[in-house]
């Protein structure tokens, strides 16, 4: 079974540039999340789709931060525009149905550096 | 709101040791407990879980009991490897049917031989 796919692996910006991170769950998963996680911290969620309706997202800065979940399978998340301290890696994770017990499946991230 | 503390790193420990790493956590209602690992170079990948208040979890030789009494979820494991140095992740997901994951700071693991 493939795993959860993310591409690009990584990414140099310059502040104020905009910056695209595309994701492909594992199939048949229904639920998929993007995670932020700055060097030496946990990840924390940005947003959460159940098929292609967003469940959560309280934690996404959204002046700036955008989100969408095509036919509920494919997501990108963009930024626009970047800043400095948005260099963190991006991490996409899906899980089958989203309930409290379910497994989330994390894909490799997507690191950004905004110089 | 939710929230998850791991015992400060970083852990430097010689091959065969015993590992303990502190999860304590802060939940409302009856969460899910997890321990993730990174590996160098690679993804976060699920070690373990327990669903609810003395169940056990274990894999590879790990294991962590979920205490309800103590808010506690700690990592253990009797003999450490080389191959198990990673970054440890303890996490929590509330009873909310979507409940989001929500992690600790993480505690950097390096096993010498």
């Known amino acids: 079974e493939a795993g959860v796919a993310q591409s690009p692996r990584y990414k140099i910006i310059e502040k104020r540039q905009s910056v695209a991170f595309w994701c492909n769950p594992i199939s048949g998963h229904a639920t998929l999340y993007w995670y932020q996680q700055i060097l030496g911290q946990g990840p924390k969620l940005l947003i959460q789709f159940q098929n292609n309706g967003v469940v959560d997202d309280s934690q996404l800065p959204k002046d700036r931060f955008s989100a969408e979940r095509l036919k509920g399978v494919d997501s990108t998340l963009k930024i626009q525009p970047a800043k400095l301290e948005d260099s963190a890696v991006y991490l996409c994770?899906?899980?089958?149905?989203?309930?409290?017990?379910?497994?989330?499946?994390f894909g490799p991230g997507t690191r950004l550096t905004v110089l | 709101g939710n929230s998850v503390t791991q015992m400060e790193g970083p852990v430097t420990l010689s091959e065969e040791a015993f590992l303990t790493i502190n999860c304590t956590y802060t939940a409302t209602g009856y969460p899910s407990l997890f321990w993730y690992v990174q590996y160098p170079g690679e993804g976060l990948q699920l070690l373990l879980k327990a669903t609810k208040a003395d169940d056990k979890g274990s894999n590879k030789g790990f294991e962590a009991t979920y205490r309800k009494e103590t808010t506690s979820f700690h990592l253990e494991k009797g003999s450490v490897q080389v191959s198990d140095s990673a970054v440890y992740f303890c996490a929590l997901r509330d009873g909310t049917s979507y409940g989001k994951l929500t992690f600790g700071q993480g505690t950097i693991l390096t096993v010498h031989p």
């Open positions: 994770a899906s899980s089958l149905r989203g309930g409290q017990a379910d497994t989330q499946y």
